[in-house]
């Protein structure tokens, strides 16, 4: 009996260690990076009143508080200076706070220029607006503070699913609203350097990784002519010839070469400009990593150097001096990117975390709502839109400290009524994009004074037109404006033959009284030629380059499909493609055909966008038959097999839409797929 029980005993155990080992090693836990703490700003601040009083912050009277917090200002470490202006509302609120706040609002920190305009917003500073008008006049004279885009803060997108639908969500975050004694955050983060243009994680990107790969959706453009197609179009061909030979080379760690083990149950990647980096756990991802470096040297006439810094070494790939990868692990990390200066510069911010984008306040609150486990949350991006247009560098914070300053010196704006064109979309169009909010004087300036596209034909257009844009033309416009496009239509004309875009602009009208006449002076000098007035059911279309007499039949010529034209549609400036399609908006506007939008378009909302896929890829589709056949680029067959399908696919599975709101001086949206 005894013996019975030691052998089924020692069967458990033997069955029992299998299933660990299985696992632990085929099907492990998936990893989240552990938390640690850092110093907050906070904890900074408290550390330099200290350091320079011998005394904690708490106990200073207020007049000894005011002098610390001006003290700090002068020499203080950034993160200490950001915080010392929150703490200034502790000091009081009388002139000499003030005066320190003023102080504040030209440091060249954007954070702490940021706090101190928050600080005006504050109960008892309502009497030193004056200080923040003059502040906000004097960045309105700033050029770079009229770039698109450069009024938003930070931006955190969370993308996720919501039943068989993509969803992107995502939130501004601002500095002055995020509390700054928080200090805990993930280690896997403090590699991630500040200044880069944008921060992507994803979380469980293994699972989410097989998961994608396994939906119809996938499987089926997998499947597609034109995705075998794509191996052999440079530089695609070489990508997958060179994935093939090392497949062979690797032997048994070719398993390993897929991006689902690769980057297993977490990965970054940070963009600056054209250098980027990647963390994510290291595991068998790093004996791949070292195989793959003497196989790239090999093949590409590179070399591979080791060099060595506090923590360990970095292996470099060189090719004629210039670094094509660096690859470097820290205790459980692999970190790797183009630039062995950004390699550095992301160990450094591991053990300096004050440099790290970890450190920062906005990014650790953006990150605290990802859900790290993966289950609710694939992915999440962490930017400033500016960089979308205009490097960082250049963007600067003036429009982000603009808009903040208007936000705290009006926080309530009327809401105004829904532009009229909006109600004239016909329903067969493809797309349409409201954006609501616009400053055209901004937008202005920054042609003429950002991007320097003020030149002598500019000023010789306005002085033959009588018009100044600047006084005449863009007061006269509101705050929204819109694009709706139809397709891409091939055009003739008497030099070429060119695929133009088919579609809508509208722009609301704030004065139309004085806007009318200075436009229509404007576009006639533009065109070199008076534009034609043409009356279609009540409503005057100016239409450019088109003679709708017919010398020889006596009769009128149909619209055309490509003139330019435009026409005024209550409080809206509608600007077509064609008069064809100006013609059938007319219809629309006057209560003929089916709407765009069939519910009326809520002014609370601060911008939309929606994209009938189907509709665009189906004109895409016409525009690369006619392409094909002119150009003999694409043969038939190749359209018919290849082309068609993958366009097919993408309509018949997804349509994409989207919202944005400003709701209490915060951006907020959300963008959706919808996975048919």
């Not at 928080?182 to 992507?200: H, M, Q, T, V, W």
């Not at 003429?448 to 000023?459: I, K, N, P, Q, T």
Request: aromatic fraction near 12%; hydrophobic fraction near 45%; proline fraction near 5%.
């Amino acid at each position: 009996m005894k013996r019975t029980y030691v052998v089924t005993g020692a069967v458990a155990v033997v069955l029992a260690a299998v299933l660990a080992i299985y696992f632990f090693v085929f099907q492990r836990a998936d990893r989240v990076s552990p938390v640690v703490s850092i110093v907050s700003y906070e904890q900074s601040f408290r550390r330099e009143v200290t350091a320079r009083t011998g005394l904690s912050f708490a106990s200073l009277p207020a007049s000894k508080k005011l002098a610390v917090i001006d003290d700090i200002l002068d020499d203080g470490p950034p993160a200490a200076r950001v915080a010392a202006v929150r703490r200034l509302s502790d000091a009081g609120t009388g002139p000499g706070v003030a005066e320190v706040a003023r102080k504040a609002l030209r440091d060249t920190l954007v954070e702490v220029a940021e706090e101190a305009v928050a600080l005006f917003g504050k109960p008892g500073f309502a009497a030193y607006s004056s200080i923040l008008e003059a502040y906000r006049d004097s960045l309105r004279r700033i050029p770079e503070s009229s770039i698109p885009l450069s009024g938003i803060g930070y931006v955190a997108a969370y993308g996720g699913f919501d039943g068989e639908d993509i969803t992107w969500k995502f939130r501004e975050f601002q500095g002055s609203r995020q509390v700054l004694d928080d200090s805990l955050a993930y280690e896997i983060n403090l590699f991630l350097p500040r200044g880069a243009d944008a921060y992507f994680s994803f979380p469980n990107f293994d699972d989410w990784w097989e998961e994608f790969t396994g939906w119809d959706f996938a499987q089926a453009l997998f499947e597609l002519k034109a995705y075998s197609d794509l191996k052999n179009v440079r530089p695609f061909s070489a990508l997958f010839a060179v994935s093939d030979k090392f497949s062979r080379e690797l032997g048994p760690l070719a398993d390993f070469l897929s991006p689902a083990d690769l980057f297993r149950d977490d990965a970054k990647l940070a963009l600056f400009g054209k250098r980027f980096l990647v963390v994510t756990f290291a595991g068998k991802n790093v004996e791949v990593a070292r195989a793959l470096l003497p196989l790239l040297a090999k093949k590409g006439g590179m070399k591979i150097d080791e060099e060595y810094i506090d923590g360990g070494d970095i292996q470099v790939l060189r090719k004629g001096g210039r670094t094509v990868a660096a690859v470097a692990v820290r205790g459980d990390y692999l970190v790797g990117g183009n630039d062995l200066a950004l390699v550095r510069k992301a160990l450094d911010a591991y053990a300096n975390p004050e440099q790290s984008v970890a450190s920062l306040p906005v990014f650790r609150q953006a990150y605290g709502k990802l859900d790290v486990s993966g289950g609710d949350h694939f992915g999440f991006v962490f930017f400033r839109p500016a960089v979308l247009l205009e490097k960082e560098s250049r963007a600067g914070g003036s429009g982000y400290l603009l808009r903040l300053a208007g936000n705290t010196l009006e926080p309530e704006r009327k809401p105004q009524p829904i532009l009229d064109g909006l109600r004239a979309l016909p329903s067969f169009l493809g797309s349409v994009a409201c954006f609501r909010g616009v400053s055209f004087p901004d937008g202005w300036r920054y042609v003429v004074d950002v991007r320097a596209y003020s030149s002598r034909s500019l000023d010789s257009l306005q002085e033959l037109a009588g018009v100044d844009v600047a006084t005449a033309l863009v007061p006269g416009l509101g705050d929204e404006m819109f694009v709706a496009l139809e397709g891409v239509e091939e055009v003739k004309t008497s030099l070429a033959r060119a695929f133009v875009p088919l579609g809508v602009i509208g722009f609301e009208i704030a004065r139309p009284d004085s806007f009318r006449p200075a436009f229509r002076k404007f576009t006639d000098a533009l065109l070199r030629q008076p534009a034609r007035s043409v009356e279609y059911r009540g409503q005057v279309m100016f239409v450019a380059s088109w003679n709708n007499d017919d010398e020889d039949a006596g009769e009128p010529k149909p619209f055309p499909s490509y003139a330019p034209c435009y026409a005024v549609l209550g409080n809206t400036l509608m600007i077509a493609s064609g008069p064809e399609l100006m013609s059938r908006v007319i219809d629309t506007y006057r209560g003929d055909g089916h709407r765009f939008f069939q519910e009326p378009v809520s002014r609370t909302v601060g911008g939309f966008f929606q994209e009938r896929t189907g509709v665009v890829l189906k004109s895409l589709l016409g525009f690369f038959r006619k392409y094909s056949t002119r150009t003999q680029r694409f043969t038939y067959a190749d359209v018919r097999d290849g082309i068609a399908p993958l366009y097919r696919l993408l309509s018949e599975n997804n349509s994409i839409h989207g919202w944005w709101k400003e709701r209490g001086g915060v951006l907020q949206g959300a963008v959706t797929v919808d996975m048919k």
